[in-house]
């Protein structure tokens, strides 16, 4: 529960920064980590029924384009794909390059709106 709680508190810090310069992006920020939650949650649903997965690109690529609070979250509430060190290091590495790139953007959207 500890690991579920910090990791809404780093989503919620992310997300507030973000929201504080650039609110559309926030917003979409936040739709897409609704929707890997959800995502998470189905796939292991879908584990647990020995149904159709979701692929795990998929997954990555919503991580990647923003969605990592909610895949964060939703692997951590699930308990879904933590045993796979290839996913969570992939997860990681989408994460990181989101958080830097937005970062950037951040940081350049402020050093313009100053001048």
């Not at 919620?12 to 980590?33: D, R, V």
Request: positive net charge; hydrophobic residues 45%; charged residues 15%.
């Amino acid at each position: 529960m500890k690991s579920l709680t910090f990791a809404l508190c780093i989503s919620s810090l992310f997300l507030s920064i973000t929201a504080a310069i650039l609110p559309k992006l926030a917003i979409a920020y936040l739709a897409l980590s609704a929707y890997v939650f959800l995502l998470y949650y189905l796939d292991k649903q879908r584990a647990r029924n020995h149904g159709r997965r979701i692929p795990e690109a998929k997954l990555h690529l919503i991580n990647l384009l923003g969605g990592w609070p909610g895949g964060y979250c939703g692997s951590l509430a699930f308990r879904h794909k933590n045993s796979k060190p290839e996913f969570v290091r992939t997860f990681r590495l989408t994460a990181a390059t989101n958080t830097v790139a937005t970062l950037l953007l951040l940081a350049d959207t402020l050093k313009h709106s100053n001048q």
